[in-house]
C-alpha cells in the first residue's frame, strides 16, 4: 500500500466539498482521480461488494440543460461522471432533504464493476495502517485532515464513475396529492364522509401532501408510466 499526502489532502478535499459550485467539483475530482492514479491503494479499496445508492434530485425541466427526463427516457441514462455513492441505503435516502423546489427524489441502486469504482472510503478505514496514515497526517497538519477525521467512514461512502442508469432507479420521493384532491378522486362530498375518510388514511399512516417515498415495483410502474406521458408528448419533436 502507498498512500501519499497528495492523495490524502484530495480525499479530503472531496469530503469536503464544492458548496454547488461546477467549476470546483471539476477541479476536485480530476486532482482525486490523478491522486488515485498515482498511489497504490489496498486493492479491497479498488471495489465495491453489494449494491451502492446515489439519491439524486431530478429535474423534469430545465432551461438550460432541457431537464433529466429526457436523457433518462431517451437513453435510458444519465451521464453524471464522477459522484459519491454509499452503500447504505438508509444514509442514501436521508441524505439532505427529501425534495426540492421544483424537483423530485430518486434512488439509484448498482452493484458496480471495478472499473466504476474511483474509490471505495469505507474499505480505506477498515485498514488499519490508512488509520495510522490519517492520525500521522493530521498530526502534521495535513490539508484538509480535519475534513478526512470528520467524515471518516460514516457515510459508507463509494466514489464511482458511472452513470445513473433508468433501470437502476429503485426509489422516488414526491408529494402525496393535497387532502382536497384525494376527496374528489373518491367522490366524497359530505363532512362525514371526509372525515371518517380523514381517519382511514391517518391509521394507515398516510399524510396529504407530504413527502412519500416509492420502492421497487411501484417505482418501475410510475416510471413507465411517466416515461409514456412524456413520448406522447415530446415524440413528435424528437423523432425530427
Not at 454547488?20 to 482525486?32: F, H, S, V
Not at 429503485?170 to 372525515?195: A, N, Y
Amino acid at each position: 500500500m502507498k498512500i501519499t499526502d497528495r492523495f490524502l489532502a484530495a480525499l479530503g478535499a472531496w469530503q469536503r466539498g464544492w458548496k454547488e459550485d461546477p467549476a470546483r467539483r471539476l477541479a476536485i475530482t480530476k486532482e482525486l482521480e490523478e491522486a488515485v492514479a498515482a498511489d497504490d491503494l489496498p486493492a479491497k479499496a479498488s471495489t465495491a461488494s453489494g449494491l451502492c445508492y446515489r439519491k439524486r434530485f431530478l429535474v423534469p425541466t430545465n432551461p438550460q440543460n432541457g431537464g433529466d427526463l429526457a436523457p433518462l427516457f431517451l437513453t435510458g441514462r444519465i451521464e453524471e461522471g464522477v459522484a459519491s455513492w454509499t452503500s447504505d441505503p438508509r444514509f442514501a435516502q436521508d441524505f439532505k432533504d427529501p425534495l426540492r423546489e421544483g424537483t423530485f427524489s430518486a434512488i439509484f441502486a448498482r452493484a458496480p464493476r471495478p472499473d466504476e469504482v474511483v474509490v471505495n472510503i469505507q474499505a480505506l478505514w477498515d485498514e488499519p495502517d490508512f488509520r495510522g496514515l490519517v492520525e500521522n497526517y493530521a498530526a502534521r497538519s495535513g490539508e484538509n485532515a480535519d475534513a478526512l477525521l470528520h467524515f471518516k467512514s460514516r457515510q459508507s461512502e463509494v466514489i464511482l464513475r458511472v452513470a445513473l442508469e433508468y433501470d437502476d432507479l429503485v426509489g422516488l420521493c414526491g408529494k402525496s396529492s393535497p387532502f382536497e384532491i384525494l376527496c374528489e378522486l373518491e367522490g366524497l362530498t359530505t363532512d362525514e364522509q371526509r372525515d371518517h375518510f380523514w381517519k382511514r388514511l391517518i391509521d394507515e399512516n398516510i399524510f396529504p401532501e407530504e413527502p412519500k417515498w416509492l420502492q421497487r415495483e411501484a417505482v418501475q410502474r410510475v416510471l413507465d408510466r411517466t416515461k409514456k406521458r412524456f413520448l406522447d408528448e415530446w415524440g413528435h419533436l424528437i423523432s425530427k
